[in-house]
């Protein structure tokens, strides 16, 4: 079952071994307790490259402005972090994948926070059980079941954001494009635009990037902060 796991970070599972996969999470404690270490594992390691990644954008724009035998200095400094910023010097900007990377992070669960250690069998249990483990492609499918069941606002929210997590962009583009949703308690509507736009820039639509960017950075909005950050790294 190792190999299981093992293709699943590598994104090489068939459609019947991610079945496979998903009825062992269920049934087998053991193999679920080996996927969540697994899981845990992952997270910290890309929190780590997220952090560099920010620090590394967040500081680009001071960088540029050196001269030229600064900047060299400071890149060979920060070449660890996978030659992003080698690439970052040579091109005038970071660009649209690289400020993906280092935004994008799944949305928590707001909507169920205590699924975890829950004995609930409702489909939104289940949805939420497989996302919070980090089994995004099985989590978009049971998502998109209690959509088109009862069109709900949170059920587009995270069925977009766990195939975002997957690497199935156009899907997530497909469906944040064909809903409007609310902002209530959690502002879905808000974070819908946020995911689309980091979408857009990964896909080089920048214009419409910027254009949803810019109704986000409104004083007080839930994510006017970090809009008007990456804004400035767009300018």
Do not use: C
């Not at 205590?114 to 919070?132: I, K, L, Q, T, W």
């Amino acid at each position: 079952m190792e190999e299981l796991i093992d293709r699943y970070f590598g994104r090489a599972l068939s459609d019947d071994e991610q079945q496979q996969l998903g009825l062992l999470l269920e049934k087998d404690e053991a193999f679920r307790k080996e996927w969540e270490f697994r899981l845990q594992l992952q997270a910290a390691i890309q929190h780590k490259e997220r952090t560099a990644l920010k620090d590394m954008v967040a500081g680009f724009e001071q960088s540029r402005r050196k001269p030229y035998h600064k900047i060299a200095f400071a890149a060979a400094s920060l070449i660890i972090v996978a030659g992003f910023v080698a690439w970052l010097l040579l091109s005038g900007r970071p660009d649209g994948e690289k400020l993906y990377l280092a935004y994008f992070e799944p949305f928590p669960n707001t909507v169920m926070p205590s699924v975890r250690g829950s004995n609930g069998v409702s489909p939104a249990y289940e949805a939420f059980r497989m996302y919070e483990a980090g089994n995004y492609p099985i989590a978009a499918t049971l998502f998109a079941n209690i959509r088109l069941k009862e069109s709900s606002d949170y059920a587009v929210f995270y069925e977009g954001i766990s195939y975002m997590a997957s690497g199935e962009d156009d899907k997530a583009v497909a469906l944040f494009e064909l809903h409007t949703l609310k902002d209530g308690k959690t502002p879905f509507e808000s974070y819908r635009k946020w995911y689309l736009a980091l979408i857009y820039l990964r896909q080089g639509r920048e214009e419409k990037a910027l254009s949803l960017l810019k109704t986000l950075d409104t004083p007080g909005g839930p994510v006017q902060k970090t809009a008007a950050e990456l804004l400035r790294k767009l300018e």
